[in-house]
């Protein structure tokens, strides 16, 4: 049978499936006409590892036929290097005086003391204080640490333009220690000999300054005994701390005093409860002596007449500070020919004190405003008719003048009734405490 006798569109079909099987068999070679076949595959393969993902390690066996693509390590900066400096505060400095020795500029010390809530504890540095600078290279300050004692210290770290504080308080470690004392001359050189130093020794006078008078009352043979708090970090001594109990011996008369604390609140109370304060200070500042008592037949040194002194004259140098008898509001501050700078402190509808000559009033004592007992009123000088530096105070009670030494001052207020179990268990405690070490000195001296 000739091709003739098939159909056209046969003929067309059988073409093209000859040509599929030609292409099909010409890919069975490769171009040098080499045949593949599945074991030469599989060899090719195992020839060559697998690819990898990024970060997954090649076989051991295969590691030298890699080649890894190359990682880019970025390159750490360095921290910044700071340089620290410790300075304490010198005699005369100030912090612009300090921060211009250190090189920082007049803005990074307004950024400094404007920052809230502690940059305005900075404006009152004192000599002793430790100071702690951290700047930069460019010399800007990173940090700034002020310790105005052992136990505390004001963190202030820079944030942007301003810095940010914070206050560290460290707790010390306290035991209780003893100390007792016989006056031969002054308080002061007893206490010394006693192993007390100055400022506990005003902070005992203190206790029974309303019962006793430290500069006229105080006479050879007194005796004092005392039990408060040493303060250590770690081993190392940093101060005293409170007074616990105290009594001390004027005259053949004892007074004892000890501490308490209720909510918060400590304060210094007789063993029955009663408060050591008083409501006025028996004497408003610290003086040397008593020029002139109240008197109400005196002489008067400038105008050689009889004219009452409705005061007492106490004898001070220039500027010591002058202290609100008790708690009250300014009635008067003001001056004149005779009294000089003077201010008149109103305390209820009852008392009323009066203080001459000052050569300055304090910082806010205007007409008006409330002060509180012991709070600095004025300063000691001898405006008006004076002839040296001294305070006339005078102390009227309903109007009528009282001898300041000798008016029986009102009581403050005792411990309240809902602590008087608390404070009669502690009072007892610190008490028998204090007996004990004095019966233990009297065992030792054989007594």
Known sequence: MNSSTYPKSHLVIAALLVLFLLSFVGTRYNDGGERFNSRDVLQSVASHPPVTTSGTPPSPENADSQTLPEQVVQPVAPEPELRIKAVTVKPGDSLAIIFKREGFSPRQLHSLVTSEPLGPRLKDI????????????????????????????????????????????????????YRNGRIDHSLFVASQRAGLDDALTMRLAQIFQWDIDFVLDIRKGDEFFVLYEDLYLGDEFI??????????????????????????????????????????????????????????????????????????????????????????????????????????????????????????????????????????????GSTGW??????????????????????????????????????????????????????????????
């Open 239 to 380: 101060g005293h701390g409170r007074i616990l109990a105290a009594e001390f011996v004027n005259q053949d008369e004892r007074f004892q005093a000890v501490y308490f604390e209720n909510d918060d609140h400590g304060d210094y109370y007789a063993p029955d409860g009663a408060s050591m304060r008083k409501a006025f200070l028996r004497a408003p500042l610290e003086f040397s002596r008593i020029s002139s008592n109240f008197n109400l037949r005196r002489k008067h040194p400038i105008w050689k007449r009889t004219m009452p002194h409705r005061g007492i004259d106490y004898v001070a140098p220039q500027n010591t500070p002058i202290l609100a008898a008790g708690d009250g509001k300014v009635e008067k501050a003001s001056r004149t020919e005779a009294n000089g700078n003077f201010v008149i402190l109103r305390h209820g509808e009852q008392f009323t004190t009066k203080y001459l000559h000052m050569s300055k009033f304090a910082r806010g004592v205007r007409m008006g405003r409330s002060v509180e007992q012991g709070q600095v009123i004025g300063y000691v």
């Open 126 to 177: 004192f000599p002793g204080h430790e100071l702690v600078f951290a700047s930069n290279g460019a010399g800007d300050l990173v940090s700034f640490e002020y310790s105005p004692g052992p136990l505390e210290t004001l963190v202030f770290t820079r944030n942007g333009k301003n810095f940010d504080s914070r206050e560290l308080v460290a707790q010390p470690s306290r035991s209780i220690a």
């Open 386 to 447: 004076a002839t040296a530096p001294h305070l006339h105070y005078e102390f009227l009670v309903d109007g009528v003048h009282h001898n300041p030494r000798t008016v029986k001052l009102p009581n403050a207020t005792p411990v309240p009734a809902a602590h008087r179990s608390a404070f009669d268990s502690s009072s007892t405690r610190l008490l028998t405490t204090l007996e004990q070490y004095k019966n233990q000195i009297d065992l030792a001296l054989g007594q």
